[in-house]
C-alpha cells in the first residue's frame, strides 16, 4: 500500500445471511468490520432488495468491489455492457476500489462460471495488459488483479506467476489483489516456494489482501472457501506482512456461511497476526 493511501483495515465479504443482523444490531459483530466487499455480480441490477440492503450498508461501511466475470484473460472481446453496468454500480456506490481475478472465464460468448488459467507467457502477458489498460480506460480509475489458484499449469509457460503478476501491475500501471490461500493452495498444487512468491511481489503495487480457507484432497488443495483460515495461511499471512507492510485485508466465506460473530472473530485473528507481524518487522 503506497504512503499516500489510507490504511482501510479489516473487512469482510458481504453476504445476504448477513445483511439484517449487520442493519439491525450496530452495536453488534459489525461494528467491528472496518469495510465490506461486495461481490460485483450480485448487483449488477437497477434495483430490487440487494440494492436495497446495499445502499443501506453503504451509508455506513466503506465498501470495495469484486468481480469474477471480467474475463481478463480470454480472447473475446471485453464485454462492454458488463463493463458499462459495472462502471454505474462503481458511480452509485463509490467504492474504495474494484478488483477482478487473473483468468478467463470463457470463450465465443459462453461463460464456464469458473476462473480458469492462463499460460504464462510474453505473449499472454502483452495480451493481459492491454486489456487491463482498456478496462481501466473505461471504469476511469485503477483496477487491482487478483492472482489465482490454480490444479494444472501450462507447459508454454515460462514466467514464474508472481513474476507474472508483477509485470502487469508495472507495464499496466494497475495494483494487486494479493490472496494468501491462493498462493498457498497454488503452492502445494504446484510445489514452487510460496515465500519466494512473496518475495517477488512488488509491495507498492499491493492493495488488498484475501484470506480464505480451503479444502486439502491429500493428493491436491481445492480453494473452497467454505471453512475456516488454516494456520499454515496465518503464517503465510504474518510472512506477506513482513515483507508488504499495513495492507487492508478481509476474510472471504462463500459456503457454509457461519453466523457473522463467527467470522468477526476471525477477523479480530486477521488483525492479532497482522499487529505482532507488523511489530516484528518494525
Given at each position: 500500500m503506497t504512503s499516500s493511501e489510507?490504511?482501510?483495515?479489516?473487512g469482510l465479504g458481504l453476504r445476504p445471511p448477513h445483511y439484517e443482523e449487520i442493519l439491525d444490531d450496530p452495536d453488534g459483530p459489525s461494528s467491528r468490520v472496518d469495510w465490506f466487499e461486495i461481490i460485483s455480480e450480485n448487483y449488477l441490477v437497477p434495483g430490487g432488495k440487494p440494492i436495497h440492503y446495499l445502499d443501506r450498508i453503504r451509508e455506513r461501511f466503506p465498501l470495495v468491489m469484486h468481480g469474477v466475470s471480467l474475463s481478463i484473460g480470454s480472447v473475446d472481446p471485453l464485454d462492454q455492457d458488463y463493463l458499462t453496468d459495472l462502471k454505474a454500480l462503481a458511480d452509485r456506490i463509490e467504492p474504495e476500489w474494484i478488483s477482478d481475478?487473473?483468468?478467463?472465464?470463457?470463450?465465443?460468448?459462453?461463460?464456464?462460471?469458473?476462473?480458469?488459467?492462463?499460460?504464462?507467457?510474453?505473449?499472454?502477458?502483452?495480451?493481459?495488459?492491454?486489456?487491463?489498460?482498456?478496462?481501466?480506460?473505461?471504469?476511469?480509475?485503477?483496477?487491482?488483479i487478483?492472482?489465482?489458484?490454480?490444479?494444472?499449469?501450462?507447459?508454454?509457460?515460462?514466467?514464474?506467476?508472481?513474476?507474472?503478476?508483477?509485470?502487469?501491475?508495472?507495464?499496466?500501471?494497475c495494483?494487486?489483489?494479493?490472496?494468501?490461500?491462493?498462493?498457498?493452495?497454488?503452492?502445494?498444487?504446484?510445489?514452487?516456494?510460496?515465500?519466494?512468491?512473496?518475495v517477488a511481489i512488488p509491495p507498492k503495487r499491493v492493495r488488498q489482501i484475501h484470506l480464505a480457507g480451503h479444502s486439502?484432497?491429500?493428493?491436491?488443495?481445492?480453494?473452497?472457501?467454505?471453512?475456516?483460515?488454516?494456520?499454515?495461511?496465518?503464517?503465510?499471512?504474518?510472512?506477506a506482512l513482513r515483507l508488504l507492510g499495513p495492507v487492508p485485508t478481509m476474510i472471504e466465506r462463500d459456503a457454509d456461511i457461519p453466523p457473522l460473530s463467527d467470522l468477526v472473530t476471525e477477523l479480530d485473528q486477521a488483525r492479532a497476526v497482522a499487529g505482532a507481524a507488523l511489530a516484528e518487522a518494525a
Open positions: 489510507e490504511f482501510l483495515g479489516f481475478h487473473l483468468c478467463w472465464t470463457g470463450f465465443q460468448g459462453v461463460n464456464t462460471h469458473d476462473l480458469l488459467p492462463l499460460p504464462y507467457t510474453e505473449e499472454t502477458l502483452d495480451h493481459v495488459v492491454a486489456r487491463v489498460g482498456q478496462v481501466q480506460d473505461v471504469l476511469g480509475r485503477q483496477i487491482l487478483e492472482n489465482p489458484s490454480t490444479y494444472v499449469g501450462f507447459t508454454d509457460s515460462v514466467i514464474p506467476e508472481a513474476e507474472f503478476m508483477a509485470e502487469i501491475a508495472n507495464r499496466a500501471d495494483l494487486i489483489l494479493l490472496d494468501v490461500n491462493n498462493i498457498y493452495v497454488s503452492a502445494f498444487n504446484h510445489e514452487f516456494d510460496a515465500h519466494a512468491y512473496l486439502n484432497e491429500g493428493s491436491h488443495i481445492v480453494d473452497t472457501h467454505d471453512r475456516a483460515v488454516i494456520d499454515p495461511v496465518w503464517s503465510l499471512y504474518a510472512d
